[in-house]
């Protein structure tokens, strides 16, 4: 049987063992961070309004020959930019409404 300071001890050393894991983990996502971030590609000014595009559609149909589907469709002119959203519209199809693309 444990008595009450045995059984406090042990408590206070396991929320300090969790406590370091936690701080661990903390800094190696910051460290992370940082090289994703030093790494990472401007994209922001990649795309422009009235740009003509061709979107990618990584849904295809479970078929045998589907290595001959098309998986980009367009092209579709960007008519709105929003964050890292487009609002784009088909070039051959003016009048249809638009549509919000990631």
Do not use: C
Not at 6 to 16: F, K, P, S
Not at 47 to 73: A, C, E, I, T
């Amino acid at each position: 049987m444990v008595d009450f300071e045995d059984y406090q001890w042990i408590i206070a050393q396991n929320l300090g063992n969790v406590a370091t894991k936690i701080r661990n983990t903390l800094e190696r996502q910051h460290k992370f961070k940082y090289y994703y971030d030093k790494n990472k590609k401007a994209i922001e000014n990649k795309y422009h309004m009235g740009q003509s595009v061709m979107l990618y559609n990584p849904r295809l149909p479970n078929r045998k020959d589907k290595k001959l589907d098309w998986r980009f469709f367009g092209p579709i002119r960007i008519e709105k930019l929003e964050n890292n959203n487009a609002l784009v519209r088909p070039i051959d199809k003016p009048k249809v409404e638009l549509e919000l693309v990631d």
